[in-house]
C-alpha cells in the first residue's frame, strides 16, 4: 500500500521561501510521476506541479516563476520550493501520485493516493 | 484552459441518485474525488468510468461532449461530500480541476 506523508514548516513569513518534503512508503519515486497540488477555501484545488523522477518537470504557469519541483531517489522523497510567498499561498499542500496514460482519447491524468497534506499558513 | 464548471452544490435522499456535472474538458478523459471535511480528495472515478479497488460500484462515470458527470446511486449518509473533477489540460496548463461540488444527503 502506498503511503505518502507530507512535511513542512506550517508557518511562513512573507517574502520567504516555502519548502515541502513527501515521503513516499510502499512504492518508489522512481516508478511514477509525482505532483504537487493545494487547496485553499477560496480557489479550491489547483495543481502546482509534476515531476518525473529522470527530471522531466511540469509547472502551472501561474506559478511556475517561483516553484521548484524535485526529487531525492536515495530518500524516496518529492520537494517543493515556494519562492516569494504572500498570504496567497496559504493553503492545505497536498502530495499525490500522478498517474498519465496516453489512449485514443489524448492523456488521461489522475491522482492516486493523495497524502494527508498539510498546512501552510503566511504571516509574519 | 479554465478551470472546468461543477455545480456548488447537489442533493438526494438516502436511495437515491445523484449526477454531479463537469463542464468544459477539452480531454476525453476525466478523473473525479471526493472530499470528507479535513481529509484529502480520494480518486473515486478515472478515465470517465473506470473505478479503483474498493469505490463501491454506486460510483459510475460518463462523458458526453465536452461534459462529464459521475452518478453516485442509493445515496447513502456517508457520501456526503465535496466532489472534484479533474483533466488533462493541454500542453500549456497541463492539469485544470472543476470548483467542486459539494454533495448534500439530505
Known amino acids: 500500500q502506498v503511503r505518502i506523508q507530507e512535511s513542512g514548516p506550517g508557518l511562513v513569513k512573507p517574502s520567504e521561501t516555502l519548502s515541502l518534503t513527501c515521503t513516499v512508503s510502499?512504492?518508489?519515486?522512481?516508478?511514477?510521476?509525482w505532483s504537487w497540488i493545494r487547496q485553499t477555501p477560496g480557489k479550491g484545488l489547483e495543481w502546482i506541479a509534476y515531476?518525473?523522477?529522470?527530471?522531466?518537470?511540469h509547472y502551472n504557469p501561474s506559478l511556475r516563476s517561483r516553484v521548484t519541483i524535485s526529487v531525492d531517489t536515495s530518500k524516496n522523497q518529492v520537494s517543493l520550493s515556494l519562492t516569494s510567498v504572500t498570504a496567497a499561498d496559504a493553503a492545505v499542500y497536498y502530495c499525490?501520485?500522478?498517474?498519465?496514460?496516453?489512449?485514443?482519447?489524448?492523456?488521461?491524468?489522475?491522482?492516486?493516493?493523495w497524502g494527508q497534506g498539510t498546512q501552510v499558513t503566511v504571516s509574519s | 484552459q479554465s478551470a472546468l464548471t461543477q455545480p456548488p452544490s447537489a442533493s438526494g435522499s438516502p436511495g437515491q441518485s445523484v449526477t454531479i456535472s463537469c463542464t468544459g474538458t477539452?480531454?476525453?478523459?476525466v478523473s473525479w474525488y471526493q472530499q470528507h471535511p479535513g481529509k484529502a480528495p480520494k480518486l473515486m472515478i478515472y478515465?470517465?468510468?473506470k473505478r479503483p479497488s474498493g469505490v463501491p460500484y454506486r460510483f459510475s462515470g460518463s462523458k458526453s461532449g465536452n461534459t462529464a458527470s459521475m452518478t453516485v446511486s442509493g445515496l447513502l449518509a456517508e457520501d456526503e461530500a465535496d466532489y472534484y473533477c479533474?483533466?488533462?489540460?493541454?500542453?500549456?496548463?497541463?492539469?485544470?480541476f472543476g470548483g467542486g461540488t459539494k454533495l448534500t444527503v439530505l
Open positions: 499525490a501520485r500522478h498517474f498519465i496514460e496516453s489512449g485514443g482519447g489524448g492523456y488521461s491524468y489522475w491522482f492516486d493516493p
Open positions: 510502499g512504492a518508489s519515486v522512481s516508478d511514477h510521476w
Open positions: 515531476i518525473f523522477y529522470t527530471g522531466i518537470t
Open positions: 477539452s480531454s476525453d478523459y
Open positions: 478515465e470517465v468510468n
Open positions: 479533474t483533466s488533462y489540460a493541454g500542453h500549456t496548463d497541463w492539469v485544470v
